[in-house]
């Protein structure tokens, strides 16, 4: 497994935006922390997943301290690190059955964050994992 920095930073009235020094131009944001780091997530393990399938080879990471020398800006809020699994995610196509009033509800609020359904669902699922539900 390979972990990457992400700096998190924040401007007055915005979300908390998500970069990667390793991966200059992917980036990502959350209306809080929780999320910030939920969509940094996603958003690097889809930029590395694009990057391998087109042939390229994912660069060492940096040191914090270069990271941080790479990306320093005013409202450098934070930084976290981010670890890639050692294989590519595989996508699969799953058939569930979903009442048509909560499906409605599911697809409203993704809609109002940015979301697609699949990411939505993802992304409850690995809360509901993560708190040991």
């Known amino acids: 497994m390979t972990s990457y920095i992400a700096i998190i930073h924040k401007d007055k009235g915005s979300d908390y935006g998500v970069s990667f020094p390793d991966f200059p131009g992917c980036i990502s944001a959350g209306s809080n922390l929780d ?30 301290e270069d990271a941080i020398k790479a990306t320093y800006q005013e409202g450098i809020f934070a930084t976290m690190v981010i670890t890639l699994e ?28 940015g979301l697609t359904r699949s990411a939505f669902l993802i992304q409850a699922a690995q809360k509901m994992i993560q708190r040991g539900a």
């Open 35 to 64: 999320e910030a780091r939920a969509m940094g997530q996603e958003a690097l393990e889809a930029y590395t997943d694009f990057l391998q399938e087109e042939g390229h080879e994912l660069p060492a990471p940096m040191s914090l």
């Open 86 to 113: 050692g294989e590519k995610s595989k996508m699969e196509r799953v058939n569930i059955s979903v009442p048509s009033r909560d499906l409605a509800k599911i697809d409203r609020y993704a809609k109002s964050h």
